[in-house]
């Protein structure tokens, strides 16, 4: 399986602060088409994942702008610009490119 | 928009079958992979599986002796049944929509998941 590392664990930040999360693939993550099926979900607690980031650094629909990922082959980020309140939870990276698919341990984020 | 519900059993007793239905509204299952995943209490996700809206699978080794996927077009909902349950198996089982052939996992849209406990 391809192992999704993630880091750090938790991530203790204060609002208005910068805050970012590390994704490292233990395969390159490029599928057959040439696009890079890496993608990040954030999950409030007791709610679903939602996905921020679809294939490195598109971000979806109604997502701020504060929100930006970046990366290639094995290695990827995820960035907010400036945490607000409502950013705290549990943020995955997920390789959607080999089987099967696999999830990073998550990053829990707090306000300092 | 398309939504996504679980639903089924809360609770089910080891050795016996979990069953859980997702129902699509907003949209049509045809021509997507709908994907089924996992969550125990404060852990992370685990992806189970996924099938074609014209019944093509792709399931995740560490399930496949155990789990049988199904798809209903005519009332937009799929299915995952899991056998021989044990106590690991107690998680938040959620649905998503997963991608188009000739894509990759996109994993786009989310039910709210089905709490599911295995106890006798």
């Known amino acids: 399986d391809v192992e999704m590392t993630q880091s750090p664990l938790s991530l203790p930040v204060t609002l208005g602060q910068p805050a970012s999360i590390s994704c490292r693939s233990s395969?390159?993550?490029?599928?057959?088409?040439?696009?890079?099926?890496l993608h990040w979900f954030h999950q409030r607690p007791g709610q679903s994942p939602r996905r921020l980031i679809y294939?490195?650094?598109n971000r979806d629909s109604g997502v701020p702008d504060r929100f930006s990922g970046s990366g290639s082959g094995t290695d990827f980020t995820l960035k907010i610009s400036r945490v607000e309140a409502e950013d705290v939870g549990v943020y995955y990276c997920?390789?959607?490119?080999?089987?099967?698919?696999?999830f990073g341990q998550g990053t829990k984020l707090e306000i300092k | 928009q398309v939504q996504l519900q679980e639903s089924g059993p809360g609770l089910v007793k080891p050795s016996e079958t979990l069953s859980l239905i997702c129902t699509v509204s907003?949209?049509?299952?045809?021509?997507?992979?709908w994907s089924w995943l996992r969550q125990p209490a404060g852990k992370g996700l685990e992806w189970i599986g996924r099938?074609?809206?014209?019944?093509?699978?792709n399931v995740n080794p560490s399930f496949e002796s155990r789990i049988s996927l199904s798809v209903d077009t005519s009332n937009n909902h799929f299915s995952l049944k899991l056998i021989s349950v044990t106590a690991a198996d107690t998680a938040v089982y959620y649905c998503?929509?997963?991608?188009?052939?000739?894509?990759?996992?996109?994993?786009?849209?989310w039910g709210q998941g089905n709490f599911v406990t295995v106890s006798s």
């Open positions: 907003g949209g049509s299952l045809n021509n997507y992979f």
């Open positions: 099938i074609h809206s014209d019944g093509g699978t």
């Open positions: 998503a929509r997963d991608g188009m052939k000739g894509e990759a996992t996109l994993m786009d849209f």
């Open positions: 294939k490195v650094s």
């Open positions: 395969q390159d993550l490029v599928y057959l088409d040439g696009d890079t099926y």
């Open positions: 997920l390789q959607g490119t080999h089987w099967p698919r696999t």
